[in-house]
């Protein structure tokens, strides 16, 4: 081991707090600002100060790392700089809460209470689970500095992942991925939400991540050269105009580009928006909306635009309070280009987010940002959702493009994109949607399952004997209606359920069962039902029978199932604490290849996993362990929310074993063309298939072939063979 030069440390540190102060705006004006983030400085270099990170690096740099993300990236004050600071000291050392009171003030303890509470379940130790991540959401009401704390602990988290072990640093990633990157996209941080989506695609697919990048890279000059010429018309006649602008180049994000090739199924060089530019202006308040206006039509003026493609968020801004105009248009080159206007104040906020909109808010104002955080206290408060449907929900209206429609008194809501007539009710009261018959959309008569669109004006129609239908469910998209339909369904649910209770209370007393939570639990497993109300309100609708109960044991009055109901799996359930302890031991990991018969794990068929793939195990409860693919489309889910049911697995090198893999096949139709792909697959390569199909259309074809291959290296000397067959213009491995 190196031996450590404290001296040369010292010097880091205190380069590292003067890099902080020149960060801090207010403290370079106020002696005073200065004189508390030296103080806070000071407490936490000696809270830390016999800790080490495992880069090996002293503690302290995380906790200045952090305090300079807020000031700098995030736009934060002294006060969110010295929580900063204090984040993980009443966690890990012997300072308490009460200590920080009194050495910074009740709003500083106030604030690393709340980072204190999430703190435990945010470290590498455990992965988040829902439940945790719903504590997380809490803070948000409270205090939304709290959680703008937290995005930059876990970004410095992020940008140092590479000291983890790899099995920490997926789950590391799926979290950030499937809350955190959302959560700042929702609070108005760009930057940030764009780095966290690319330092875990970064680590999930790292091999994909350095494609796209050196292609990129590749790319540079010529996109450079590309937008100096696009911005030159631009800039000579607004220069003309008199107006005060900068022109910047916008590269996408390479999760970004990641993500719209997977979606629309098409290649690097096919996303057409890698060309994009943002004019910022300067403006005066009163003036804002006229000169972003007057600059697209210079713009226009110059390139044909795309009316579909333009967006206003100037006029509308969206609730976490981005505003700017968006166009694309046609360069003479024949490429689209993406046009971003925007004044100063706009960008600002728009790179700044929440912290930007704050500083910017009149006073007295109530912006859709607010009423958004009231809206998630509301929902938190209330939910009684199991927490991974609470999440999947809320996550989805993090990312939602918004609409705006009108009371009939002309008051106007914002809304996600694909609300529905019911969505509008609920989001106007829960009264209203609780008793919705039907709407009126423009005057005109439209069912509840009605989509809005920007512009509507809906006045809904309730009656005081309606009551809620389990197809409601199927009709609305917002986390509120979602939320206040099941609570009702689950009202009227409950009162059923104790009709089911009664009965199951009777037929235990008649087979002398005690009615005790361990045989109750029996009969969860036995009928798979996911709670203890599903069980008593099937009963109580008839739909589970109760005459099964004689095919169970029972001893010393509990019911026991009898040895051949029970399913194999139930040997395969991991202890929460035997999981943490078997996940921090490198040396323990499921072997895939020469045990399929012996142990009960079947290979997931939404990613078909094959040896080459790096694999994981996730215990389920009736269908044993599932090997998925670490890239699998359900994986981020499954390692943020199941951490304790996660565990290790890797192949063993058999050639014997054949796994089933899918290849798609896409090319210009020709006689011969599809014999000449078969004839490689089964002669040449000698690889047997399941299945194959062709379709052609207008000369151009697309085949799907199911095979059985070794590994991964099987596969790809398959795919690289079949590119070199004329006609053949793309080969890829698909899941399904």
């Not at 972003?292 to 801004?317: A, E, G, K, M």
């Not at 600002?348 to 009231?374: R, V």
Request: overall charge neutral; hydrophobic content about 35%; charged content about 30%.
């Amino acid at each position: 081991m190196a031996e450590i030069d404290l001296e040369q440390e010292k010097k880091e540190i205190l380069a590292a707090y003067r890099g902080l102060l020149r960060s801090a705006v207010h403290a370079k004006k106020d002696p005073e600002t200065k004189r508390r983030i030296r103080k806070a400085f000071d407490v936490a270099m000696d809270a830390h100060k016999n800790d080490r990170r495992k880069s090996g690096e002293p503690y302290i740099f995380h906790p200045l790392a952090v305090a300079r993300i807020c000031a700098e990236e995030i736009g934060l004050g002294a006060t969110s700089i010295v929580c900063a600071l204090l984040h993980d000291t009443v966690e890990d050392t012997d300072l308490s809460i009460s200590d920080i009171e009194k050495m910074f003030g009740k709003k500083e303890a106030q604030i690393i209470d709340g980072l204190t509470k999430i703190s435990g379940v945010v470290d590498y130790s455990v992965s988040l689970q829902a439940e945790n991540f719903r504590k997380i959401l809490l803070t948000l009401s409270d205090d939304v500095r709290v959680i703008l704390i937290k995005l930059a602990d876990r970004l410095h988290n992020m940008r140092t992942i590479d000291s983890m072990r790899r099995d920490k640093q997926l789950k590391i990633a799926s979290e950030t991925l499937y809350l955190y990157a959302p959560l700042a996209h929702r609070l108005g941080l760009h930057a940030i939400k764009s780095e966290l989506e690319d330092l875990s695609l970064k680590c999930k697919e790292p091999e994909t991540f350095e494609e796209i990048r050196s292609k990129l890279k590749k790319n540079e000059e010529v996109r450079k050269r590309f937008i100096r010429k696009f911005s030159s018309p631009i800039k000579k006649a607004l220069e003309e105009k008199g107006i005060k602008f900068e022109i910047k180049g916008r590269p996408k994000s390479i999760f970004s580009i990641w993500n719209k090739m997977i979606k629309k199924e098409v290649p690097f060089e096919e996303v057409y928006d890698l060309f994009a530019i943002r004019i910022i202006i300067e403006a005066d308040d009163q003036d804002e909306k006229a000169l972003c206006w007057q600059v697209y039509s210079v713009v226009t003026d110059f390139y044909s635009p795309n009316i579909d493609r333009l967006r206003d968020w100037v006029s509308v801004p969206k609730a976490n309070g981005y505003e700017s105009l968006h166009t694309t248009v046609m360069s003479p080159t024949g490429k689209w280009v993406e046009v971003q206007i925007r004044t100063r104040r706009m960008d600002e906020i728009a790179e700044k987010g929440f912290a930007a909109h704050w500083k910017y808010k009149e006073g007295g104002e109530k912006s859709q940002f607010d009423i958004w955080i009231n809206q998630i206290r509301e929902l938190l408060e209330n939910h009684e959702d199991n927490a991974v449907d609470f999440l999947d929900d809320f996550k989805l209206n993090l990312y939602a493009e918004e609409i705006f429609v009108f009371t009939p008194e002309g008051d106007m809501k914002s809304l996600p994109n694909g609300s529905s007539a019911l969505d509008f009710a609920f989001a106007v009261h829960t009264q209203i949607g609780e008793k919705c018959l039907g709407a009126k959309v423009n005057s005109k008569l439209v069912p509840l399952s009605y989509k809005l669109k920007s512009g509507d004006q809906v006045e809904i129609l309730t009656s005081q004997k309606q009551r809620p239908k389990e197809d409601w469910m199927n009709y609305v998209i917002t986390h509120r209606a979602k939320s206040k339909i099941k609570n009702l369904l689950n009202n009227e649910k409950r009162e059923i359920a104790n009709e089911g209770k009664t009965i199951l209370e009777k037929e235990f007393k008649r087979l002398k069962i005690a009615y005790e939570n361990i045989s109750l639990r029996e009969l969860q497993k036995y009928y798979k039902v996911r709670s203890l109300l599903d069980l008593y309100f099937k009963v109580a609708k008839g739909e589970i029978n109760l005459s099964h109960l004689k095919g169970f044991e029972v001893r010393k009055g509990i019911l026991r199932p009898k040895q051949t109901i029970r399913k194999r799996v139930t040997s395969y359930i991991v202890p929460r604490k035997t999981a943490a302890k078997e996940a921090n031991d490198p040396n323990h990991a499921l072997l895939i290849g020469d045990n399929m018969e012996k142990l009960d794990y079947t290979l997931s068929k939404c990613c078909n996993p094959i040896p080459g793939d790096e694999v994981f195990g996730f215990v389920t409860i009736n269908d044993g362990i599932k090997i998925h693919k670490t890239n699998c489309s359900n994986a981020t889910q499954l390692m943020s929310n199941y951490a304790y049911r996660i565990i290790k697995a890797r192949w063993i090198d058999d050639q014997n074993i054949a796994f089933l893999a899918g290849i798609k096949i896409h090319g210009i139709d020709d006689m011969g063309i599809v014999n000449n792909i078969t004839q490689i697959i089964s002669n040449e390569l000698n690889v047997n298939m399941r299945s194959i199909s062709f379709e052609s259309d207008d000369g151009i074809f697309e085949g799907k072939v199911k095979l059985y291959v070794h590994d991964t290296d099987h596969l790809n000397d398959l795919i690289d063979k079949l590119k070199n067959v004329d006609g053949v213009t793309k080969v890829e491995r698909v899941d399904e």
